[in-house]
């Protein structure tokens, strides 16, 4: 038996826990990208979808699901998303490298588009 294969396995998982805890900093909303959403939503208020003009469609996620939507955690699979406005788009600066914005159920949420893992929430921010 090889007596450094525990040691090499809890190396390689120190390593990817300080990969990953280093990803998680650098992928969150700047405080700019934050007042930048908040004030596009803030101009456009109320029930309507400013990317499509018309009230959002189907109810709220329930309870559970939507506590779910947190930082770290992944996107339920299957879970309605849209695309932000492209006028807001256009006003924020590129989304890091492997990551995408989207919103979910009032929210604004910044997700490594490979593991589907949540970084960054805007709590109601499209619809409060």
């Keep these: 038996m090889n007596s450094r294969a525990p040691i090499l ?3 390689a ?3 990817a826990a300080s990969v990953t805890s280093m990803a998680d900093t650098t992928a ?3 405080k700019d990208e934050i ?3 908040n004030g596009y939503y803030a ?3 109320g029930d309507v979808d400013p990317a499509y003009g018309k009230k959002p469609k189907g109810k709220p996620l329930p309870p559970g ?3 779910n939507l947190a930082r770290g955690k992944p996107l339920p699979p299957g879970i309605a998303r849209q695309q932000l406005p ?3 788009v256009r006003q924020l600066p590129p989304v890091p490298s492997g990551y995408e914005r989207v919103v979910v159920d009032g929210r604004v949420l910044l997700v490594d588009i490979a ?3 949540i970084h960054d929430v805007l709590m109601e921010a499209v619809y409060h």
Excluded: N
Aim: aromatic share 4%; net charge neutral.
């Design 28 to 30: 969150v909303f700047t």
């Design 13 to 15: 998982a120190l390593l």
């Design 43 to 45: 101009q456009h208020p």
């Design 115 to 117: 593991t589907q893992i």
């Design 9 to 11: 396995a809890m190396m």
């Design 86 to 88: 492209p006028d807001l």
């Design 35 to 37: 007042a930048i959403i």
């Design 65 to 67: 699901i939507a506590k």
